[in-house]
């Protein structure tokens, strides 16, 4: 049986509960071509053992993620990727990746801790995603 593609993390700092971040992760994934049509997502144990969480927390993030028809749950088998995310856009993700390198490089050389890029970082994406809205 193949690997998963994907290893879970959970950020306590996050806001969001756990089965959030285990779908969100997964939507990421998708969105970013780390993920595709076929891929198995690791067992609900594995998950559960590796992030110390309750089974049921894992089961509710596959349950949703299936509910939103980008995943199937094969009993006995696993659970796989139905669909994919991904759009013509992730061609520009590798260039525009390295810049986004190069910009947390200049923030960690001034001094910003990972809270702090953070902080700065999604403060200035809110308001420039708010001001394309206005």
Known sequence: MEEPVIE????????????????????????????????????VKDVAGRLAINPNTVLK????LEHEGLVA???GVGT???????????????PLQKDLRRWLTKARLAGLDEESIE??????FRTAAGEDVA
């Open 8 to 43: 879970f993390h959970l950020n306590d700092r996050s806001g969001l509960s756990p089965y959030q971040q285990l779908v969100q992760q997964v939507r990421h994934a998708l969105r970013l071509g780390l993920l595709e049509e076929g891929d198995r997502l690791p067992t």
């Open 61 to 64: 993030a596959y349950r949703e």
């Open 73 to 75: 749950a094969r009993p």
């Open 80 to 94: 796989f990727v139905t669909r994919t995310l991904a759009d013509a856009s992730l061609a520009a993700h590798g």
């Open 119 to 124: 902080a700065l970082f999604m403060t200035t």
